[in-house]
Each structure stands twice: as C-alpha cells, then as structure tokens.
C-alpha cells in the first residue's frame, strides 16, 4: 500500500514556480509552470505521448462524446411524429429520455477502471447503434421504456468517463481546457441534433431520423477501433502530495538547475525514457490488462455513493445538473413557442434556431476552458505558485448575470411576442451560462480530487441526472404558471443557485481539508490492489 501523508490537502497543486526567473520558455509559452502530476519515465504512460497523439485521443473522445449525443437525443424533435405513429403518450416518450442515464455508471465506470476505457467506449457505440435501429420499430410503451432504460445504461459513459480520460493524458494547467472543449461537444451535439433531424424527417420521415443516427453511429465506431487508445496507467504518485513535497523551503523544488527539463517548466523529468513503444496493432487491443482487483472493482460500484457525503462533489453535482436544467427547460419550451404564433416556424425553422444555442456554448465553453487555464495560472502566482481548485470559480461571476437575464429574456420574451430574432439570442446567453457552469462545476471537482476522478465524476453524474430527472417531471406544471410568471421565477432560482459559487470559494478548501482522511485512505487502498 502507498504510504501518504493524510495531512496534505486534496486539490492543492503546486503549479507555478514562482522561484524560478531564468528557466527557458515553457513548450506550452510559459517558463514556470510545474508539470502535475509528474510523469513516470514509462514511454507508454500517456502524459508522455506526443502532443500530436495526445490531440488524437482527444479528437476521438469528442467523436465518441458526439455520436452518443446524436443517438440519444435527435429523437427529440420528432417526439410528436413518433406518438402519433405508434400511439405512444407524449408524456411516456417524453419521460423514457431520462431513464437510468448516470446511474448506469456505478457499473460502467468501476468496469473501465477495472480493464480499460477503450473497450467499454467501444461497447457503448454498439449498443447505441443496435438501440437507434431498434426504436424504428417500437409500438407499445413497455417497449419504448425498455429501450430508454437499455441506451441510458450503455451510453452513461458520455456523462462520467470522458472527463476521465482527459485528465488521464493531460496536466493539471491544460485540463480546463480540454474539459471545455468535451463540454462543447456534449452539449452542442444535444443542439446539433435536433437541427439535422428536422431536416430529415422532412425529406425522409421519422423512421430516417433514427438509422441516420445508427449510420453516423457505425462511421464513429470504425475511427475509434482505429485510433482511440487505452489511457489506463496505475501511478505511483499523486497531484497532491507532489504538491506537498515540492512546497518546501528549496527554490528550486529540490532539482539541480543542471538536470531540469526546460521543455517541461522546470520539472524534474526523466532524461530518457524506457520500454517498447507498442506498435499499432498492439494499440487496438480490448480488455487485454487488468487494472484492478476484483476487491477494488465492487469498492469502486457503491464508493461513489459515500463521496456525496463531501460537499465539494455533492455542490459540483448540484450545480452542474441545474445548468442541465435550464437546458432541459428550453428544450422543453423551444418548440412550443417558436412552432405557435406569432412565429409559426416548421420543424426545421426550429432546428435552425439551435445555430444560437451552439454559438452560445461555443462563447461559453471557451471562457471556462481556455481562458479558465490562463486565469488559474495566473491566480496561481500571486498565492505562491500553489493553485486551489477554488481560484476558477470566481470565473462564474459572469453567470449571476448571464443566468437570470437569458431566462427572463427567452421567457418574458416569448410571452410579449417579441422578434424571434430576440428569442434566439436568449437561447444562446441560455446556452452560454449552460457552458460556463457545467465546465467549471467538472473542472473544479476533478480539480479536487484528482486522484479518484473516476469515482467522483460517478458521484458528480448521479447527482446531476437525479437533479435533472426529478426537476423533468415539473416542467410542464411550472409552465402552467404562463412563460412569464414561469421564467421571472426561474430567473431568480437561478440567480440564487448561482451565488452559491461564493460559498464555495470561501469554505471550500475547509471542506477539502475536512475530507483529506478519508480522501487518503481511498487513494492509498485503491493503489495497493491495483495491477
């Protein structure tokens, strides 16, 4: 078993080194950020892959990310269609999309920690093109819940592992990044969706809505058995106690100037590294290496479930399921407002409306990602070259305004029939607020406990869809209030839920710190029954 200090804080990183003046620029444009966590000296550990092949797996995990987004929600559009062909209730097609979808990960998740991601995204694929070819058919509810429940649970891997595999092969200064660009995908293959599938079921009927969906499924199942590789490694180390150790009385972190890596910030790395490189065909193996015992795998089903019990994990489950709220309600409403008058657009008129949604998410998305990794850098100098998790939240301080407005906006607006080129520009500052709170409520819990990522973003999944599927059944009765009375009190929920960031950002390291020993003790247990 690891020996760890239960001392150390989880989620504090030593990312700058503020000490170092004279390093040579960073690969990345910075001379002083410090590598965390630190890479073995392993050729096949991916935090050593090539940036190239890292942008790889990272394109492949988006491709994933937009097939499943595709598969199950372009239906949603076509929702009306598909009741009045099978005599479905509108209220069961509406209520099956949620079925299971993040519960399906305490099995899924513990599985591809136990013998590979690749494989299980693989099966994820197959499973959503058998049930995207079996909807087609569908004449009776049982069936159509029976299938809901089938894709909820073999798609859960969208919600919870990719964030996972992101942090597998990047460092903790590019992970903001990236999980913006994951969240951009997510979400915006959700808005993409709907958008072609208006267009199809046009031309071809609602039938082709959904084996296009299977055709597009099958292209993206062909390009990641190709190139999406394993990102499974067991470290010996982890981000915190780096932090720990290298936060010492030494400038320098304890490294000889002569034996830095200029490449890497100042970072003591290996010179050389060793092993064979595994050739291509190595790389398409499935399920070829365990790692974790079968101890640790039923550990990791019900351990989720004990984390909600840290108020970091439980607050980022909770945040992040009522941005997945505000989007539920306007995809609840879109259709309703801009298909009645005055506006009277056909379906693909309101697919089109999603362009703003996308733009919105895209703004979003890129302020939380991007520019999130640059302010965290930032903020990370002027604390002694140490990032807290809590330093990218004061970035939801343009959510207090972008919230309320875009919902009174879009509901307000549609309630005084203004022009709908205003209502979409609500959608997108709906879209955008979307985008910032689920990017940073991801980034700050896998920030925090870096070391069980896999099993918080289980907890933090469960804790969003439950938010999501109970608040789903209260949407139409909220509507019965009338868009405006509607929206004006979702405004100020929102604005409320939204200011708890606050709170957060002042008790959130006491949390952290409060949680440490038992933090630690998973961490230490996980690593001595791991292969």
Known sequence: MRVIDDSVIPGSVYLVDVQDKTTVTHAAGDSTIVLSPTPSNDINDPLNWSKGRKLLQVICVM????????????????????????GIPLSTLNAGTGYILGWGALINQPLALTFGKRGIYLLSVVGNIAMCLWIPYIKTESQWIASKIIQGYLCTPVESLCEVSIADVFFAHERGTYIGIYTLFLFGSNYFAPLIAGFIYDGQGWHWVMYWAAIINAMALIVLYLFMEETNYVRDSSEASEAHELDGSTGSMGVDEDKRDLSSGGRETPTELSGTPKTFVERLAIFNQRYATNKMLVVMIYRPLIMLRFPVVFWAGFQYGTCLVWYNVLNA?????????????????????????????????????????KFAVRHARRTGGVREPEHRLWLMVVSLFLCPSSLILWGVGASRNIHWSGLVIGMGMISCSTGIGSALSIGYALDSYKDLSGETMMAVIIVRNTLSFVIGYGITPWLHMGYQNTFISAAFVGLAITMTFMIVIRWGKSWRMASRKIYWSYVAAGSSMAH
């Open 63 to 86: 491709i994933y990310t937009s097939a499943i987004g595709i598969g199950t929600t372009v239906l949603y559009s076509i929702l009306q269609p598909i009741a009045d062909d099978t």
């Open 333 to 373: 409403t879109a259709s309703l407002i801009l298909s009645d008058a005055p506006y009277n657009f056909r379906a693909s008129s309101v697919g089109l409306t999603y362009i703003g949604p996308l733009v919105g998410m895209f703004l979003g998305t890129l302020y939380s990602g991007w520019i999130g990794d």
